[in-house]
Structures are given as structure tokens and as C-alpha cells.
């Protein structure tokens, strides 16, 4: 058995990746006037928004700030949007083929997921095999080329999708690297709670 935990905002990536496979522009704006979120359908009522790190991340975010400053009420609120429609067959879909299938996303795992509409899918609730998202983070890497332990490799989504995700994620990562360079230029980072 592999040791599995939750992965948190890493699943947002799944959810990016089949937004672009639907060609959901990175310009797709959401407006937040807090920084919670009610999606009843996804498992998020009244009494239990989903909420963001900070009370201070609200207001407008597009696909490209959302993934680069990981707001989770964006991720819920696109699963909710016409694009998704509270569907997760997508996103999850996709996770399995990316290489989540094997430790993590079982099929009776994947039907639960989407059969009960289970939102916290894209905050990374699901109990996660390391070597599962190790893999599904190569699949994109290589611009959607999956490989197996074996020298056959196989391409579960669009070439241009992967390849747009893989460049999102790093331009968010050098982002705040350098935000961060700038802000502690003595080497001293504050640490952010995620």
C-alpha cells in the first residue's frame, strides 16, 4: 500500500486542464464580492461556503490570476459555471488519464467524485498517492504525453492544452518567486499559509 495524503490547491490543476480542453479562455473573469463561495449543488451550502486563504482575496480573478494565486472559490465557481455546469466527469476524467487512476482515483473513487458532485475534488480532498500526482504532473510536463514504467507513452489530452497549462503554472511559480525575491531581498521569505 502507498502512503497517500491530501494534495490541497495541487488538484486545481485538473480542473485548469480540462477548462482548456474546453477552451475556456484565460481571461474567463469571476467576480467575488467576499471571499467565500455558495455552490450547494458542489457540496458547498449556505452554512458551509467554500472559503479562501485569505479574507482578502475577492473580487474579479480570471482563469490565469486564479491559477496563479490559487483561489479557491474560482476553482468551485468554474466547476458551477456554464462551462461545467456542476459536471465533474471532466476533471476528474482527465485526472485518471493524466495518471491518477492507479493508487488515487479508483473507478469507484471517480464514480463517487462525480455521481455525488463532490466540489472539494478541485481543493484536493481526495486522499492522494505521491506517485499518482508525480505522474500526472510529468503527463503535463511533457505537454500531455503519459508514460507509463514502460517505453510506451500515450497522449490523454490536446497537445496545446497541456502545453498552455504547463506554461500557466510556471509563469505563476516565477511570478511569485520573483514577487517574493523582491519583497525579501536579504533571503528571509514570509511565509504564506496555502
Given at each position: 500500500?502507498?502512503?497517500?495524503?491530501?494534495?490541497?490547491?495541487?488538484?486545481?490543476?485538473?480542473?485548469?486542464?480540462?477548462?482548456?480542453?474546453r477552451?475556456?479562455?484565460?481571461?474567463?473573469?469571476?467576480?467575488f464580492?467576499?471571499?467565500?463561495?455558495?455552490?450547494?449543488?458542489?457540496?458547498?451550502?449556505?452554512?458551509?461556503?467554500?472559503h479562501?486563504?485569505?479574507p482578502?482575496?475577492?473580487?474579479?480573478?480570471?482563469?490565469?490570476?486564479?491559477?496563479?494565486?490559487?483561489?479557491?472559490?474560482?476553482?468551485?465557481?468554474?466547476?458551477?459555471?456554464?462551462?461545467f455546469?456542476?459536471?465533474?466527469?471532466?476533471?476528474?476524467?482527465?485526472?485518471?488519464?493524466?495518471?491518477?487512476s492507479?493508487?488515487?482515483?479508483?473507478?469507484?473513487?471517480?464514480?463517487?467524485?462525480?455521481?455525488?458532485?463532490?466540489?472539494?475534488?478541485?481543493?484536493?480532498?481526495?486522499?492522494t498517492s505521491p506517485?499518482?500526482?508525480?505522474?500526472?504532473?510529468?503527463?503535463?510536463?511533457?505537454?500531455?504525453?503519459?508514460?507509463?514504467?514502460s517505453?510506451t507513452?500515450?497522449?490523454?489530452?490536446?497537445?496545446?492544452?497541456?502545453?498552455?497549462?504547463?506554461?500557466?503554472?510556471q509563469?505563476?511559480?516565477?511570478?511569485?518567486?520573483?514577487?517574493?525575491?523582491?519583497?525579501?531581498?536579504?533571503?528571509r521569505?514570509?511565509?504564506?499559509?496555502?
Amino acid at each position: 500500500m502507498l502512503a497517500a495524503s491530501q494534495a490541497g490547491s495541487t488538484y486545481k490543476v485538473f480542473t485548469l486542464a480540462a477548462a482548456l480542453q474546453r477552451k475556456v479562455p484565460f481571461a474567463y473573469n469571476i467576480n467575488f464580492p467576499s471571499a467565500q463561495f455558495v455552490a450547494k449543488a458542489l457540496g458547498y451550502p449556505d452554512t458551509r461556503p467554500v472559503h479562501n486563504d485569505s479574507p482578502s482575496e475577492h473580487g474579479t480573478f480570471n482563469l490565469q490570476t486564479a491559477t496563479v494565486q490559487s483561489v479557491n472559490t474560482y476553482f468551485v465557481a468554474l466547476l458551477a459555471s456554464p462551462y461545467f455546469n456542476s459536471d465533474l466527469s471532466g476533471p476528474v476524467q482527465l485526472a485518471q488519464s493524466l495518471g491518477m487512476s492507479a493508487h488515487t482515483l479508483t473507478p469507484d473513487k471517480a464514480t463517487d467524485i462525480i455521481k455525488n458532485q463532490r466540489g472539494s475534488f478541485t481543493l484536493g480532498q481526495p486522499q492522494t498517492s505521491p506517485l499518482d500526482m508525480a505522474n500526472a504532473f510529468a503527463t503535463i510536463a511533457a505537454n500531455g504525453k503519459m508514460c507509463q514504467p514502460s517505453p510506451t507513452c500515450r497522449s490523454p489530452m490536446r497537445t496545446e492544452a497541456a502545453a498552455a497549462a504547463g506554461a500557466r503554472l510556471q509563469t505563476g511559480t516565477r511570478s511569485e518567486d520573483r514577487d517574493r525575491r523582491e519583497q525579501h531581498p536579504q533571503g528571509r521569505r514570509k511565509h504564506r499559509r496555502r
